[in-house]
């Protein structure tokens, strides 16, 4: 069981620090730029380019295909009502566990990916990440019974997108300032992008090469993307002397492996720290149901499966223009600001729009309401995911950006585990008749618009909190 450490550098360590820098040396062999030195130079921003243009294609490869896991959820729920298939008698609350034990998992491990990044190196755990995740693609390919796969393409799957993931939204924000809203937009905007082309794609690899051979050929092409990614990550130079300090501080190789430091108590006692985690913990445990239900739902609707992975890659469209362009104006309006509106309109969007969709049944409006669900579901909940990171430095500071930034996605993951299978229940709650049409899907809409809505209370509660200094004394700053 990880404990919790005091991960912020003490003034001494800082004095140390500052000394070592200036001096051009530190206690290990590695030399280290001075850290006084600005970075916004010609080569620090070829650099950063080069960090953005790797996590983007580390979660374009890796997220990308867990969000487009509706479409063998589709699959997978189709097997479930045919004789002597791996998923015969299985519910979708069952079948979804695959893709909710992976996507939470990915987060959940989130501490010790971070922790292995700092006392290791980003590119390695990137790189073995990715060998994972394209292992257990391969061996899912094998499975005949549901276990097989809730243990490959779900537990072993997301440990193998984490470790990428995670050292791209912890790498990348210590690059940029200004334009840190912007940056995490592009690379996060890899989810949408990816789920818009693995789609479609595996799709067609499932019509015309079976679904097996569809996993075989996604893990070795997902495999060579992330390790050809992974070879440009590394920390930003200051941060890297941080790292490098505290490295220094600590003796043996299993502490880095077994003992992770999870995050300064100081810091985990804050009103701060409580408001960012529940906003957390709501906003993760809805996030994901939509988009593992696309396509199912887009069947009780009368739309062939082709036509439902149009829908999951048409929402993961949506996805990344909504954070690029989300991201720019937050920006300039206020990441913190821009975070609460968005969640707070994701929150409405489904309660005005796929309530009514599934209380209409098989109808035109019905499809009509979902088609406007699939595309601002799209645009406006994916932001909290792309300006989650870049609020906590803000909030935190970028001393404790990356032990906080693990532990707040454990915490997400965790919730992920919890909301997403209640919701994928939800459906069997209705009647025989109706569990495999539009109105089995009510009691869902209804639980993740709710949820939202919380979570859009709890962002303003951090808003609140970030306006008010260490003492608890007010400081309006609107932009932020």
Not at 117 to 129: D, H, Q, V
Not at 245 to 252: I, K, L, P, Y
Request: proline letters at 4%; one cysteine or more.
């Amino acid at each position: 069981m990880p404990s919790i450490e005091l991960s912020g550098l003490s003034s001494a360590r800082d004095e140390q620090l500052v000394g070592l820098a200036n001096h051009g040396s530190t206690p290990e062999t590695e030399e280290v730029p001075n850290i006084l030195q600005p970075i916004h130079h010609e080569t620090s921003n070829r650099k950063s380019m080069i960090i953005v243009a790797s996590s983007f294609t580390m979660v374009f490869t890796c997220c990308g295909l867990n969000f487009a896991f509706g479409v063998f959820q589709e699959l997978y729920d189709g097997m479930a009502r045919q004789p002597n298939t791996p998923f015969t008698g299985a519910t979708p609350a069952l079948i979804d566990l695959i893709g909710t034990i992976s996507i939470s998992v990915m987060t959940i491990i989130a501490p010790f990916s971070v922790a292995w990044a700092k006392r290791f190196s980003p590119r390695w755990i990137s790189f073995i990440g990715g060998f994972i995740f394209g292992l257990s693609l391969i061996l899912a390919s094998f499975g005949t019974a549901l276990w097989h796969f809730e243990l490959t393409q779900g537990l072993l799957l997301g440990i193998g997108t984490s470790m990428p993931y995670m050292v791209a939204v912890t790498v990348a924000p210590v690059w940029f300032t200004a334009r840190r809203g912007l940056a995490m937009g592009i690379i996060l905007a890899g989810t949408g992008v990816g789920g818009l082309v693995w789609a479609p794609v595996i799709k067609v690899l499932i019509d015309s090469v079976g679904f097996r051979n569809s996993l075989r050929v996604s893990g070795v092409v997902s495999f060579v993307l992330v390790a050809l990614s992974s070879a440009s990550m590394s920390w930003e130079p200051q941060t890297l002397a941080r790292i490098n300090a505290e490295n220094a501080s600590r003796t043996g190789r299993l502490q880095g492996i077994l003992n992770v430091p999870l995050v300064d108590w100081r810091v985990a006692k804050t009103r701060k720290f409580a408001a960012q985690g529940l906003g957390a913990i709501l906003q993760a445990a809805a996030y994901y149901t939509p988009v593992f239900f696309f396509a199912s739902y887009a069947g009780t609707l009368g739309y062939s499966a082709t036509a439902g992975a149009n829908f999951i890659a048409l929402s993961n469209a949506c996805n990344a223009i909504g954070k690029i362009v989300i991201g720019y104006f937050a920006d300039r309006l206020g990441r913190l600001n821009t975070l609460f509106l968005t969640t707070f309109i994701s929150a409405a969007i489904t309660l005005s729009f796929w309530v009514p969709s599934a209380v209409y049944g098989s109808t035109d409006n019905s499809r009509s309401l979902f088609i406007s669900f699939t595309v601002l579901y799209g645009l406006f909940a994916g932001a909290y995911v792309s300006l989650f990171p870049a609020s906590l430095i803000e909030i935190f500071g970028i001393q404790n950006f990356a032990s906080v930034n693990g532990v707040l996605y454990m915490v997400r993951g965790l919730a992920t585990l919890i909301g997403t299978p209640v919701g994928g229940a939800l459906i069997r709650s209705s009647t025989e008749s109706t569990a495999f049409a539009p109105h089995g899907y009510v009691n869902m809409a209804v639980l993740v618009g709710v949820l939202l809505f919380a979570a859009s209370i709890a962002v303003f509660w951090i808003r609140v909190e970030a306006m008010a200094g260490p003492s608890g004394q007010w400081h309006p700053k609107w932009r932020m």
